[in-house]
């Protein structure tokens, strides 16, 4: 069996060596980095006390050499893994290897729309090991089998497993990081990268976060402020993907993952059992990621405010519930707010080319995607371009300044004309600089609006 130092693969070693009298041969990789080799070795020296003569570790170096490659995905783990494995097991006269990941992970479904694709890692999804298993039978020139026993098992449910074996004093020595070497001082997890936020909400989940404590991570999201942009938008992400998969119905889910069920069943499948079980999976990991928010927030201490862009300041906000394009908007509104009065303090714009061009110079800094006017935007059999288009997030932005001489009848022409002319998939943003308080009521005219499809008024003076 495949041994990476995680929680999955240190609990199928442990359930394997529990329920049966095997000699359980370990085959681990060793990169560049000594911290995987002492977590590896630290665990098989557990094991092998535990189970005496009973575990073998066989160890792989294999670390880049040379200039870094121009593609930095994780495609290619299953395949080095799976043949350094194979040809142990072509050695030993064994014609099977196992890989212990749960279900969530291998079916990896999408948190968002970067992640499709060719972003998506798919490096123990049931389709990769049964291609992997046909290749190596070809190889062996007789049947070769690859498995995943935890195939429709969530986190949550394989640290139950590895609590009922008696190994949850383990968990504290695994390592699960995507990014160790942000880690700090004697923490083992950067505490912001997808596997550690995965980590914690299943540990939550499972009742072990006494276990799986915070000492063990350098971002302690729970309580800390989350700086990194990206490791906000991780979390925020994971809850999200969760509340949604865990209040689908079964009709729902179909119609919506199709694709990623499909690619789930792979010959000798039984098609209608495999739709039944992955909607099972996704919907228990639903569930344990709303028991896992639930328990966060019971260690929310009443009597202070949570510090700012924590998890228990996400929660209290509810952000989790907020669609991406809607969390940018909300904190680009902020900024703008913020920012444009100061700028025009003492100089108005001179008209609206100038007023852009100072909203074009904040929203560069937030997205490496951002566009303005240029390429337009396709809409039926007509081209309409927006003022400024931000791709990551399919978000189209109109600005309007309003001089003493502009009525708030020949705005809401405008943005009414707006509104019919984008797609319906696009999310618009109106940004209206209005220091002469030519709207009256800010919140009947923003409703007015926002009531006709997804879009946000942002009024600034």
Known sequence: MLFSGGLDSLTGAIERLSISEDVVC??????????TARTQDGLVDALAQQFPDRVKHYRFRSSLIGKRATSETQRSRTFLYGTIAFALAQALKQDDITFYENGVTSLNFPRRQDLLNSRASRTTHPKTLYLLSQLLTEVAEQPFFVHNPYRFKTKAEVLHVLSQYQGDHLISSAVSCSRTSMARDDRTHCGGCLQCVDRRFAASAAGLSAVDHAGLYALDFLSQGIA????????????RLGLELGAETLDGFYQRWITEISEAIVPGDNDEEVVHQVYDLAHRFGQQTIDALRAFHYLDDVTKEPVQNSLLHIIQKRDYLKSEPQRFVHELADKLCRAVPTMFARHPPHNEND???KIQAIIERDSDEYRREFPTTNFGMAKVIPDHEIRDYNL????KYLRKSTTPSKVTDQIAADLVKYPKEAFLVFVIYDPNRTILNDLRFSRDIEKHRPCKVVIIR
Do not use: C, M
Not at 26 to 35: E, F, M
């Open 26 to 35: 370990l085959v681990s990789h060793r990169s560049g980095q000594p911290s």
């Open 355 to 357: 007023f852009n061009d």
């Open 396 to 399: 189209l932005i109109e600005s």
């Open 228 to 239: 990194d942009g990206e490791a906000k938008t991780v979390i925020t992400d994971y809850a």
